[in-house]
């Protein structure tokens, strides 16, 4: 299964269903310019193609194709003391973090296959506002995708490949709801 998502959804529907992770998306954060590029332009990126990107002080990206960022920040974490990488719940902490994350990055690719289906949640602090919900709902979606967000008046917005859906607490950090199990992911992965 191929589910990319703009948060931790993806690592948890993958560990709900004891699924090996099929896409480099598990356990990363996406901020909103990049995830409109891989919605718009999966077709067209190589994966392949990447490199690791650090910013101060020990966060780091991979930058896809140069053309948009996974944050590996949340969940991978530098820590000079862990020799070898340590796993506590769904974080990981090493040394070497860095390699870490390329190998995982590139194991994950091997299995991504060609039908992506992207579920984003619409969290303010990853870049996802009001200001930008009519840009991104006018492009065209070349693979199935879910928005979950905290704006009514976009309940049950459709159009081919997309589907948007009302949570009235998306966008408050910390929340992630049991979105997976509802009506919405189950039609989302047949």
Not at 64 to 92: C, E, Y
Not at 151 to 167: A, G, M, R
Request: charged share 30%.
């Amino acid at each position: 299964m191929n589910l990319i998502s703009n948060e931790c959804t993806a690592g948890f529907i993958h560990k709900k269903n004891k699924w090996v992770y099929g896409s480099p998306f598990m356990w990363t954060t996406v901020r909103y310019e990049d995830m409109l590029t891989f919605v718009t332009e999966y077709d067209n990126i190589n994966w392949n193609n990447f490199e690791i990107e650090r910013e101060e002080p020990w966060d780091f990206y991979v930058k896809v194709d140069n053309k948009a960022r996974i944050g590996f920040w949340l969940h991978f974490k530098f820590d000079k003391s862990a020799t070898t990488p340590q796993m506590i719940g769904d974080n990981v902490r090493y040394c070497r973090i860095w390699e870490y994350i390329a190998a995982k990055y590139k194991a994950r690719c091997a299995r991504m296959d060609k039908d992506p289906k992207f579920i984003i949640s619409w969290h303010e602090w990853l870049g996802y506002t009001r200001d930008n919900i009519e840009e991104f709902l006018s492009k065209d979606f070349p693979h199935r995708t879910l928005v979950i967000m905290p704006f009514k008046e976009y309940e049950n917005f459709k159009k081919p490949n997309l589907t948007v859906i009302y949570d009235p607490n998306m966008g408050k950090r910390g929340y992630f709801p049991n979105y997976f199990v509802n009506k919405y992911y189950e039609e989302m992965i047949k």
